[in-house]
């Protein structure tokens, strides 16, 4: 079987003589300014075909990659003045959802994301971005709170799906999971949702209603995982990328039928490679759009949300002939 992510080997190879070069010339002082420049534009042309090229289930591995920015990294970097909530009043806090308060591009926010962890501590504490239903309540009572002051929400997906442990069920999964659809859906301030990574089945629809939907390149929105789909289908795991294919997660395809209502494209290599320039890039989005959806009444906002979410999923029959 092959590495998760063999496919990137010709871009680290290129990315290995370029650091060897800037270290033969901090070491050294010969100048090899021209030969750096020249490997550069080669792993800029090859990032650019070897992109353009990626399938479904490529695309997949590369939302799991373990360097690619979380929740946290976004906050760190898009983020002004954050105030971190915590806790659902009922069970506890859940680490796999944060939330907070704070500023975007000058406009004061509610910000709820999904966190998988940086490392095996944090991973654990966060059951690798596999949230417990006090975190699904955690983040529904901090919406109400925006709610409450006129802010808007900003909703960051990461998750291969729900907590589907026996503790979770006791209290009240599949339950916090519909109730944040449903409230989501009638929430009275301009909610944005954006896919960082995996948007994994109602783990993701738990945060993931709103007035525009954003998707990085790189990522998928699915009803269910590769791996999982093809267990189900056709009992073999190993068909999870034909499962990729036929599920239609892409960003692309989501797109075109209406689901996803903009793409943003991340740095050449990815965004786990330059996690600073696509923060750059998903905050100018996010300011961008609540400052068009703040211009809106909240009737018309209700309405356009209505819209879009009973459009989805529609279809559409023409009459036979004759």
Excluded at 55 to 74: A, E, K, M, N
Excluded at 273 to 292: C, F, Q, S, W
Aim: charged share 25%; proline share 5%; hydrophobic share 40%.
């Amino acid at each position: 079987m092959s590495a998760p992510f063999d496919f990137l080997d010709p871009l680290a190879k290129l990315q290995d003589k370029i650091d060897e070069l800037r270290q033969l010339s901090e070491s050294s002082g010969v100048d090899v300014a021209r030969e750096i420049a020249g490997l550069e534009e080669k792993l800029a042309a090859e990032s650019a075909r070897l992109f353009g090229l990626l399938t479904p289930w490529q695309r997949v591995q590369l939302s799991r990659h373990p360097l690619r920015p979380q929740t946290s990294d976004y906050i760190d970097l898009c983020c002004q003045d954050w105030v971190p909530l915590a806790g659902d009043r009922l069970y506890g806090d859940d680490e796999a959802i944060r939330c907070g308060l704070a500023t975007i591009g000058g406009i004061r926010c509610m910000v709820i994301g999904q966190q998988k962890g940086k490392d095996v501590h944090e991973r654990r504490r966060c059951n690798f971005g596999m949230p417990h239903p006090e975190g699904y309540r955690k983040a529904m009572l901090k919406m109400r709170l925006a709610e409450r002051f006129a802010l808007p929400v900003v909703c960051l997906v990461n998750t291969p799906g729900a907590f589907p442990g026996v503790e979770a069920e006791e209290r009240g999964q599949s339950i916090a999971i519909a109730e944040n659809i449903r409230d989501m859906a009638a929430l009275r301030t301009p909610t944005i949702v954006v896919v960082i990574g995996e948007g994994g089945s109602g783990g993701a629809l738990g945060i993931g209603v709103g007035d525009r939907m954003l998707m990085l390149q790189n990522s998928y929105f699915s009803v269910i995982s590769p791996e999982g789909c093809a267990a189900i289908l056709w009992k073999d795991g190993a068909k999870r990328d034909l499962a990729a294919e036929r599920l239609g997660l892409t960003a692309e395809i989501l797109k075109k039928h209406k689901v996803v209502d903009e793409i943003l494209a991340e740095p050449p290599g990815g965004a786990h490679r330059r996690p600073k320039e696509m923060a750059a890039i998903l905050g100018d989005a996010i300011a961008r759009n609540l400052a068009e959806l703040g211009k809106l009444p909240i009737s018309k906002l209700m309405d356009g949300r209505y819209a879009k979410l009973r459009s989805i999923g529609q279809v559409v029959e023409e009459a036979k002939a004759g």
